[in-house]
């Protein structure tokens, strides 16, 4: 069964500092990885995915599968990140959409 | 149109009520789900349908009863809840393609409270 693992809960950082949200996950086919964010009051989008390797705001994640892993990074945090971020995973047949537990990023000025 | 729309919003219900959520998406997108999300915790699978079929049912209760009766809609009707059973209902849509299902686009929700 394919899982998704967060294992920050909440993750504090001052304005202008680097973050780094983890997200391992377990899956034996061949997974597609994203992040979803979900601003106060907004509702749930997509922030990137693996297979377009861009960066969006100023984030980007690298999807390592050797360590199965999808960290979302950003060199300098603003105050407007300040968001719930879920890690994903689809699962080959495309349909199937797991979460991670997220992220709780707040970024203090 | 680039939103998926949920109504209503709030709803609050008895455990003997029978209720339906509804969404709606002018997206053109054939894939369209169901999540469960309590507070503090990641959204659920329960429910995905793909070209208007069931695709997926997360065995979830039978008092969870989904129903796409064309591409741009999907309801959740909803009998004989329990109280834990109240949480914000989310709807979202996709569009496959080559089998890739791609971004998934959310509703705002449809919070529900069983007394």
């Known amino acids: 069964a394919q899982r998704v693992t967060q294992p920050e809960k909440l993750l504090s950082v001052f304005k202008g500092a680097p973050v780094e949200l983890k997200c391992n996950y377990s899956?034996?086919?061949?997974?597609?990885l994203f992040w979803y964010v979900q601003y106060s009051r907004q509702r749930l989008q997509l922030l990137l995915r693996?297979?377009s390797r861009e960066s969006i705001k100023g984030f980007t994640a690298d999807l390592n599968k050797g360590e199965t892993s999808f960290h979302l990074k950003k060199p300098f945090a603003q105050e407007e990140d300040s968001a719930m971020y879920y890690c994903?995973?689809?699962?080959?047949?495309?349909?199937?959409?797991?979460f991670g537990e997220g992220t709780q990023l707040t970024v203090n000025p | 149109d680039t939103e998926v729309t949920q109504t209503p919003k709030h709803l609050v219900m008895g455990m003997t009520n029978k209720k339906s959520l509804k969404c709606e998406q002018h997206?053109?997108?054939?894939?369209m789900y169901w999540y469960k999300q309590k507070a503090k915790k990641p959204p659920e699978l329960m429910f995905v349908?793909?070209?208007?079929?069931?695709?997926i049912n997360e065995s979830v209760p039978s008092r969870f009863s989904p129903e796409c009766p064309n591409s741009s809609l999907l309801n959740l009707h909803l009998h004989a809840l329990q109280p834990e059973d109240s949480a914000l209902y989310l709807c979202?849509?996709?569009?496959?393609?080559?089998?890739?299902?791609?971004?998934?686009?959310f509703g705002e929700g449809s919070r529900l409270t069983v007394l």
């Open positions: 693996h297979i």
């Open positions: 899956y034996s086919g061949s997974p597609e």
């Open positions: 349908y793909s070209y208007e079929k069931l695709s």
């Open positions: 994903a995973l689809m699962e080959t047949s495309g349909s199937r959409l797991t």
């Open positions: 997206m053109g997108h054939r894939a």
């Open positions: 979202a849509s996709s569009h496959p393609k080559d089998g890739y299902t791609g971004e998934l686009f």
